[in-house]
């Protein structure tokens, strides 16, 4: 089965330690994003990449990094200078569809719970 | 910029009843529209889109929405509530020849028995 998987779904950190989360896809696709869900707030954008090796911020990026070695790969690593890391976090993969112009359709894993003790 | 806006962070309805969730946008492009469900505790899944040819776009579990330019709108309609429609839904505006996408609030939708 084509998909996104991310593990682990819950994950706990004692504050001052940096933790990684994974995300892998088999779609194929080039495109691939980190979005930190709030309640109430929608998703909001941490970081993307749109080719391997190659990678920028979004609207979020402080107290986090990212790295894209390989297409298929997006690990997160949350830092211990991210103030407020107990969220939600969502991967996606972007398919780009091309017509007379191009827009992306993003395509969602499972995400992981992340909880500061 | 692209936003869209999701009035309503609650809806709930009865069991049969009609499901109307509520999105405007706001675009200075072309924009292409997205309703994206997400059940407890899991990611999103793409419930339909309108990508600039029919104005009403049908899509999975009976749900349609309808694109308006005069209205800037894109709301989300299902004729007839299911207990398992209950979830939240997420609007989304993507702008032609970009990887960005926003995501309004979110809408939580409860069905009453």
């Known amino acids: 089965d084509g998909g996104i998987t991310q593990s682990p779904k819950y994950l706990f950190r004692k504050e001052g330690q940096n933790v990684t989360l994974s995300c892998e896809q088999n779609?194929?696709?080039?495109?691939m994003y980190w979005y930190r869900q709030d309640p109430g707030q929608g998703l909001r954008l941490i970081y993307y990449?749109?080719?391997?090796?190659?990678?920028q911020k979004g609207d979020i990026a402080e107290g986090y990094s990212v790295s894209r070695e390989k297409k298929e790969s997006f690990p997160l690593t949350v830092t211990s200078a991210q103030k407020n890391p107990t969220a939600f976090y969502l991967c996606?993969?972007?398919?780009?569809?091309?017509?007379?112009?191009?827009?992306?359709?993003?395509?969602f894993g499972p995400g992981t719970r992340l909880t500061v003790l | 910029a692209q936003s869209v806006t999701q009035l309503g962070s609650h809806v709930s309805v009865s069991e049969g009843a009609l499901v109307l969730l509520r999105c405007n946008y706001s675009?200075?492009?072309?924009?292409?529209l997205f309703w994206y469900v997400q059940y407890p505790n899991q990611g999103l899944q793409l419930l339909l889109k309108?990508?600039?040819?029919?104005?009403l776009v049908k899509g999975i579990n009976g749900f349609e929405a309808e694109f308006k330019k005069s209205e800037t709108s894109f709301h989300l309609t299902k004729p007839s509530a299911h207990m398992s429609d209950a979830a939240e839904y997420f609007c989304?505006?993507?702008?032609?020849?970009?990887?960005?996408?926003?995501f309004g609030a979110g809408t939580r939708l409860t069905v009453k028995p």
């Open positions: 996606a993969s972007g398919k780009i569809v091309t017509s007379d112009l191009f827009y992306n359709e993003q395509f």
């Open positions: 779609l194929n696709h080039d495109a």
């Open positions: 990449s749109q080719i391997v090796n190659d990678f």
């Open positions: 675009s200075s492009v072309p924009p292409y």
């Open positions: 309108y990508t600039s040819a029919a104005t």
């Open positions: 989304a505006v993507s702008g032609p020849n970009n990887n960005d996408m926003r």
